[in-house]
């Protein structure tokens, strides 16, 4: 039901309103409330959030109508006034209007035309109510589904089949937060989950930084991948830059559990299968990239002692000319007939 908020100080408007509009208010289009100023208005209007539609006179005790509209601008934009006056002239309507007043209506009062005012009141309260909560459900979709998606979205023309994949060159980067499930066994959930989501915040504004995305977030840890030109630099420079913010994190609830984190990071670069995977009769689909490359990466990453950063043969090869590293002993990983060559970032 949609509640109108009738501001007058004129005692025989209530009882004229009530008769003129019962019918609407006997089929509940509208439920009627009222307040002899401002004042009680916004008492009113404070304890019932759902009052999105007021009439209100300009001419009133304690607080006259055109400065209840700044008042209603500032407590809720959304709100929308109708002011009914029987001083319809040029400067009181431009007033009003330019404190943002939805319409103007002139006493006495036409009550077809009142009627047509406040349905049309209701249908644009409505709409913004609805953009708004758009607008909240992109944001929240924002949070978990991948950019390319997101940007697969939006293109103002799609060439291709959603199901659509393609191989493309990029690096991987396992980043694990080392000893971190010792903390989720000994600690409330609550403490678990913020000091967790601190890290991930620290560790993906260097992924963001490098122009890479994060593909998911695996219990820990975190998968980043990075397409383009120089892949395997930027994702080289962001493990080394998450690795020097995780050491110097000092934080009260870090303190408070006695922990201080440490990340063993795994790089590998090469081609790889780029898109959706799931089950489709679930509804459910990964946008998300497969192949040995990434499981290569993450056996790296598993071989990785707290404070390394180990690279794939390939990601050395392309990398070699811009940062310091030494040959680590080769590594046997799970699913690989023969160890593979890694390298250790040293800086």
Request: hydrophobic share 40%.
């Amino acid at each position: 039901m949609n509640k109108v908020l009738v501001v007058d100080d004129e005692e025989d408007l209530e009882v004229l309103i009530s008769q003129k509009l019962r019918k609407q208010i006997r089929e509940s289009k509208y439920q009627l409330i009222f307040a002899k100023d401002g004042l009680e208005a916004l008492d009113l209007i404070k304890a019932d959030p759902e009052i999105m539609t007021v009439l209100s006179d300009i001419n009133m005790p304690k607080l006259d109508g055109l400065s209840l509209l700044l008042h209603l601008k500032t407590h809720n934009p959304l709100i929308k006034t109708i002011i009914i006056s029987a001083y319809g002239d040029m400067d009181n309507i431009r007033t009003a209007m330019n404190r943002g007043a939805y319409d103007f209506l002139t006493k006495p009062i036409n009550f077809e035309d009142l009627e047509i005012t406040i349905d049309k009141t209701f249908e644009y309260i409505t709409q913004l109510q609805n953009t708004l909560q758009a607008i909240r459900e992109n944001n929240i979709m924002k949070m978990y589904v991948d950019p390319s998606v997101l940007e697969y979205m939006t293109r103002s023309e799609i060439t291709q089949d959603f199901s659509a994949n393609e191989t493309i060159e990029a690096s991987v980067a396992f980043i694990d937060i080392c000893g971190f499930t010792s903390i989720a066994e000994q600690e409330p959930p609550d403490i678990v989950v913020n000091l967790l989501n601190q890290y991930f915040d620290l560790i993906v504004k260097h992924i963001i930084a490098a122009d890479g995305y994060v593909d998911k977030f695996m219990g820990d840890a975190v998968m980043a991948v990075f397409k383009g030109g120089n892949h395997a630099k930027r994702a080289v420079q962001a493990s080394l830059a998450v690795m020097q913010e995780i050491a110097q994190a000092q934080d009260d609830l870090q303190k408070q559990v006695g922990y201080q984190p440490q990340l063993s990071i795994g790089v590998n670069s090469g081609e790889m299968v780029s898109g959706n995977i799931g089950a489709i009769s679930l509804k459910r689909l990964d946008y998300t990239v497969i192949g040995d490359v990434v499981n290569t990466a993450q056996r790296i990453q598993v071989h990785a002692s707290p404070g390394e950063i180990l690279l794939g043969e390939n990601t050395h090869q392309y990398i070699s000319s811009h940062f310091n590293c030494q040959r680590k002993e080769d590594a046997v990983v799970k699913n690989k007939t023969k160890p593979i060559v890694v390298y250790q970032v040293l800086g």
